[in-house]
């Protein structure tokens, strides 16, 4: 099956400047990769996806890069506000059903 | 509030006890997901329902766990004989098709 590596395990940045998560995945054939994004007492919540036949994708402070050829994507978090403080996962997925998720990462804004 | 929801959002047990737990979907999503969170974890992926239909089964889920999806609207995943590695976050989710998964707050399971 899928398996989906993810670093750091935790982030701590200052307010306004920028963080990088990024994670390796094992199969080839996956073709999803949803970041999610996990407030406290929270259920996870879908913050940017990509697919496979994309290679970039950005959506205001957010951005996911995919490398198919290294088996790797990361996220970027650009002007970090303290409402980005939040534990972020990545998963990946070749039938868009069966999620393999990351083991997250804990990102502290200081301000 | 018209997003997934979980019942009961905490459950305190003792060893060896069975518990249910509920999911009330999105109404129009025909797709429902059960997946277990372990503190520090990323969720892991249980079961799926399209409709009424299992469609899968992780070898998460041993014999003591149960899922079902009646008519196809609200799931119930059940636990037999409960132990204390059982102790996990209970997460629904759904979803009309590929793409996007709304998750519920989760059902926090406490086995003593």
């Known amino acids: 099956g899928e398996n989906v590596e993810q670093h750091p395990s935790t982030l701590s940045v200052q307010e306004g400047d920028s963080a990088v998560i990024k994670c390796t995945y094992s199969?080839?054939?996956?073709?999803?990769f949803p970041w999610y994004k996990q407030e406290l007492g929270k259920g996870p919540q879908l913050i940017i996806d990509?697919?496979?036949?994309?290679g970039e994708k950005k959506d205001q402070r957010i951005a996911v890069t995919l490398n198919k050829t290294a088996k790797h994507f990361s996220l970027h978090i650009t002007e970090t506000q303290p409402e980005d403080s939040a534990v972020y996962f990545c998963?990946?997925?070749?039938?868009?059903?069966?999620?393999?998720f990351g083991a997250g990462t804990t990102v502290t804004v200081r301000a | 509030d018209t997003g997934v929801s979980q019942d009961p959002r905490h459950k305190i047990t003792k060893r060896g006890q069975n518990v249910t737990f509920r999911c009330d979907p999105i109404?129009?999503?025909?797709?429902l997901y059960w997946y277990r969170q372990t503190l520090g974890q990323g969720p892991e992926f249980l079961t799926y329902?399209?409709?009424?239909?299992?469609?899968?089964k992780s070898r998460l889920l041993s014999d003591r766990f149960s899922a079902e999806r009646p008519k196809g609207s609200f799931s119930t995943l059940e636990i037999q004989r409960t132990e204390q590695g059982d102790s996990a976050m209970y997460l629904c989710?759904?979803?009309?098709?590929?793409?996007?998964?709304?998750f519920g707050e989760g059902s926090r399971l406490t086995v003593l």
């Open positions: 329902f399209q409709n009424e239909a299992q469609l899968e």
């Open positions: 990509i697919r496979s036949n994309v």
């Open positions: 989710a759904t979803n009309a098709g590929a793409g996007e998964l709304f």
């Open positions: 109404s129009e999503h025909n797709r």
């Open positions: 998963a990946a997925t070749r039938n868009d059903y069966k999620l393999s």
């Open positions: 199969d080839s054939a996956s073709n999803y």
